[in-house]
């Protein structure tokens, strides 16, 4: 397993957009637009908050799943947005020994 699987995903997201929606998820969330890969990623945030809630032995492996979920619903966000996930580890690698409140600061003046 690496970090390639996220410019693998992208792949996978790009040769979606040209399938049938009658043979893949992801090319009818494509299809119905921006407002419905918003609800999902929505429907996945309240199901990893209630993951996290819970008190159950299976916890650890809720968080894990449905943050999965949420991971792909965004990356279908970045992808319907002609964004690729490279650009967001970019993001992340800039941010990298930055303190929390020193970046906020920065937006700040932006």
């Given amino acids: ?13 790009e040769i979606r957009k040209r399938s049938s929606a009658d043979k893949s998820y992801t090319k009818s969330l494509f299809d119905k637009g921006i407002n419905e890969i918003l609800s999902k990623i929505q429907e996945e945030s309240e ?38 996930s490279k650009e967001i580890l970019q993001e992340l690698e800039k941010r990298f020994g930055l303190s929390g409140l020193d970046e906020k600061a920065s937006r700040k003046e932006q």
């Fill in 1 to 13: 397993m690496s970090e390639d699987i996220l410019s693998r995903i992208d792949d996978i997201l």
């Fill in 47 to 84: 199901e990893l908050i209630q993951a996290a809630a819970s008190n159950d032995s299976d916890n650890r492996n809720k968080i894990i799943y449905e943050t999965a979920d949420l991971w792909f619903h965004v990356m279908v966000l970045l992808s319907n947005e002609d964004i690729k």
